[in-house]
T-cell receptor, first 113, second 115 residues
Framework: GENVEQHPSTLSVQEGDSAVIKCTYSDSASNYFPWYKQELGKRPQLIIDIRSNVGEKKDQRIAVTLNKTAKHFSLHITETQPEDSAVYFCAASRGGGADGLTFGKGTHLIIQP | GAVVSQHPSRVICKSGTSVKIECRSLDFQATTMFWYRQFPKQSLMLMATSNEGSKATYEQGVEKDKFLINHASLTLSTLTVTSAHPEDSSFYIC???????????FGPGTRLLVL
């Protein structure tokens, strides 16, 4: 089955700086890679996703890059703000809507004021 | 929008009893629903995949007789934890997808505490 590794487990950055979280996956058949933000005790919220036919996707301060050859993808958050503090999870699946997600272990992002 | 609800939001039960959790897609028809479990400060682990009108597919290591899943309609899936034990205490979260779309919309989760 799929295995998703995520690093770092904790990331502390100064407000206004950039944050980068990296994930690798093992299943070459995976082609859908979402990122979720989860605040304590709440549901995961989709913040951005990317499919294997695209190398990069951007939505305002958030961007995701995908390297299918190396089987890794990364989340980039620029101009970080205090409300960005949360746990971020990467995930992978074979897509198509019928496959569950395999999640990474999560990154606790702390934005220092 | 794509809103998924869960009920109850939290439940406390005695060891040996059964607990039913409902997952509903409120404004769309969900072809597939998923059930995940999340222990404190850990990641989400897929338990099973549920399609309307057919038997659920369970992940390796998840006991199908202990975690009964029923997907009776395109907007409702239920998870029943049978003969619950303290080690079943966890945060159970469902998600749903629209017809042939990958995006999973998550419910708010159900916190189960078994005494």
């Amino acid at each position: 089955g799929e295995n998703v590794e995520q690093h770092p487990s904790t990331l502390s950055v100064q407000e206004g700086d950039s944050a980068v979280i990296k994930c690798t996956y093992s299943d070459s058949a995976s082609n859908y890679f979402p990122w979720y933000k989860q605040e304590l005790g709440k549901r995961p919220q989709l913040i951005i996703d990317i499919r294997s036919n695209v190398g990069e996707k951007k939505d305002q301060r958030i961007a995701v890059t995908l390297n299918k050859t190396a089987k890794h993808f990364s989340l980039h958050i620029t101009e970080t703000q205090p409300e960005d503090s949360a746990v971020y999870f990467c995930a992978a699946s074979r897509g198509g809507g019928a496959d569950g997600l395999t999640f990474g272990k999560g990154t606790h992002l702390i934005i220092q004021p | 929008g794509a809103v998924v609800s869960q009920h109850p939001s939290r439940v406390i039960c005695k060891s040996g009893t059964s607990v039913k959790i409902e997952c509903r897609s409120l404004d769309f028809q969900a072809t597939t629903m998923f059930w995940y479990r999340q222990f404190p400060k850990q990641s989400l682990m897929l338990m099973a995949t549920s399609n309307e009108g057919s038997k659920a597919t369970y992940e390796q290591g998840v006991e199908k007789d202990k975690f009964l899943i029923n997907h009776a309609s395109l907007t409702l899936s239920t998870l029943t934890v049978t003969s619950a034990h303290p080690e079943d205490s966890s945060f159970y979260i469902c998600s749903a997808t629209r017809w042939y779309q990958e995006t999973q919309y998550f419910g708010p989760g159900t916190r189960l505490l078994v005494l």
